[in-house]
């Protein structure tokens, strides 16, 4: 069994309430781990403004998903993401191994720290 890392990025409508837009997230979580990938690592983003307006809106709900699994895998989520009219955009990408190290790193908090201000010394 030759599985692969991905990571799969959908906007939904800003229409939606909060608890519509996890329960559709939800189901797309659910789509993967009944076909037998597991999920790695699931954020919900929130509302965020896009680049450019799509269907006339300007606003959508990010979700965000990193899992593994077979390569077939990735053509029944998106035949999914299509037939959901909630979904405005998606993208699934393969990752190698440098976008696995990243974000191993960016679970971890790593580029999430502040640096240090330098103390100032006192002048006397």
Same mark, same amino acid.
């Given at each position: 069994?030759?599985? @692969?890392?991905? %990571?799969?990025?959908?906007?939904?409508?800003? $229409?939606? /309430?909060?608890?519509?837009?996890?329960?559709?997230? *939800? +189901?797309?979580?659910?789509?993967?781990?009944?076909?037998?990938?597991?999920?790695?690592?699931s954020?919900?983003?929130?509302?965020?403004?896009?680049?450019?307006?799509?269907?006339?809106?300007?606003?959508?709900?990010? @979700?965000?998903? %990193?899992?593994?699994?077979?390569?077939?895998? $990735?053509? /029944?989520?998106?035949?999914?993401?299509?037939?959901? *009219? +909630?979904?405005?955009?998606?993208?699934?990408?393969?990752?190698?191994?440098?976008?696995?190290?990243?974000?191993?790193?960016?679970?971890?908090?790593?580029?999430?720290?502040?640096?240090?201000?330098?103390?100032?010394?006192?002048v006397k």
């Open positions: 069994m030759n599985l @692969n890392n991905y %990571e799969t990025v959908f906007i939904l409508t800003p $229409v939606l /309430s909060e608890a519509q837009m996890k329960d559709t997230a *939800e +189901k797309f979580k659910k789509v993967l781990t009944d076909h037998g990938a597991e999920i790695i690592n954020e919900i983003w929130g509302l965020k403004k896009m680049a450019y307006p799509i269907q006339q809106k300007s606003t959508g709900f990010y @979700n965000f998903i %990193e899992f593994t699994s077979e390569p077939g895998l $990735v053509a /029944s989520l998106e035949l999914e993401y299509r037939r959901d *009219e +909630k979904v405005l955009r998606f993208l699934t990408t393969a990752l190698d191994k440098n976008a696995m190290e990243y974000n191993v790193k960016r679970r971890s908090g790593a580029f999430n720290k502040k640096k240090e201000e330098p103390k100032k010394e006192e």
